[in-house]
């Protein structure tokens, strides 16, 4: 696993040329949605939504949105990472009926970690700024994807490279109290897009890692 | 691959209580170490370091600043994710020198790119958060990385509740002009830990996910 792993961590890269011709299959996708849903959060309160156009006119009409960037029209799914705007206790109030619900606890059994929660994300330090709190789960979310991806030999480009207001308009967000944190277009590599052969850019394990033994 | 994918992310949680007998190889941490130097980050720009706590002493000293977390203590690795306070162009141009020197490009025909960086994440509107910008790409690490350790079978506790004032201190991160973002203790659950059984909390697909076709 471990060489498997790098081998296509090393492979992946930021898709500059999507082949428009290729789609990634219904099977390997509903895979990749898995593998979001199960994405780990704080506290476990998954704070968004991710859509997933694959409709030709939307993907288009988004090229503007995303500074021309044409991947966001010739990929094969175009993934928005959707987060909430604001947390409320409602948002609170459903993880803890969820959790009840799946696990068969008492709700009033969790009223600790809902006061807690509340304490943190609603009305404490954190909720004053919860939708930066939400973007950064929603990185995680990101990470997981990217990874997933790769290991299934599926491309994307993570892009924060566009205009978030214009986003939200086109998907109807604002209404539904979300707002675009990131976009991740996926999908498969033309065969000769010259960036895939580009050696990767990175600082040196010196650089980058210091152990204290 | 998309079978084992699934079955590693359901198998991975937020680990409570770690074995402190057991300790991950030397092998199996190199690897996670590549694999988290291979992450994806925006403009390649790498605003990261990634602390490796193996040290007993450091690590118990370090459960107070983690809200009495014993995960910390107990855990084989503590990874620490520390990031740039501030973007200048000295980091712009490590990236543009980096980049020359491994693919061989005259660093001025990257002219263009080096002013559109400098033009975002230094003197830009993403300038005046740039900690808040470097935190969101060490989430997509984090994510990489939590990943990566489900499919090796390691466990590990991403954690929010910390004070990174006295993790920054602890580690003397000031100085390099680095900030805590976010940690997570890896290692191996004991055999009972009782939340490892608990059947994982997500919202539904319908709630999660919209599709546009």
Chains 1, 2 share one sequence.
């Not at 898709?15 to 979001?36: G, H, N, V, Y």
């Not at 780990?40 to 704070?47: D, I, N």
């Not at 966001?72 to 705007?85: G, M, Q, R, T």
């Not at 997981?144 to 491309?155: G, R, Y």
Request: some cysteine; aromatic content about 8%.
């Amino acid at each position: 696993m471990n060489d498997t792993i790098l081998e296509k961590l090393r492979w992946r890269y930021a898709t500059k040329q999507f082949d428009p011709t290729r789609k990634i299959s219904d099977a390997d996708w509903s895979t990749l949605e898995e593998a979001l849903i199960l994405t780990p959060s704080s506290y476990g309160l998954q704070p968004w939504k991710f859509l997933v156009i694959k409709n030709q006119e939307l993907k288009e009409s988004l090229v503007p949105a995303s500074y021309k960037q044409q991947q966001v029209a010739d990929c094969s799914h175009l993934l928005v990472f959707a987060v909430n705007k604001n947390m409320t206790e409602a948002e609170i109030d459903k993880l803890i009926h969820t959790t009840s619900a799946i696990r068969g606890q008492d709700p009033s059994s969790m009223d600790y970690f809902r006061s807690l929660m509340i304490g943190d994300i609603v009305t404490g330090s954190r909720g004053e700024d919860s939708v930066g709190w939400a973007k950064l789960q929603s990185y995680i979310a990101l990470g997981n994807f990217m990874t997933c991806a790769a290991m299934m030999d599926i491309d994307c480009c993570p892009m924060e490279g566009f205009v978030p207001k214009m986003y939200d308009e086109s998907l109807n967000l604002a209404e539904k109290g979300l707002t675009t944190a990131v976009v991740c277009p996926a999908g498969y590599r033309i065969a000769d897009d010259k960036y895939a052969d580009l050696p990767k850019v990175r600082y040196s394990r010196e650089d980058l890692i210091e152990t204290i033994e």
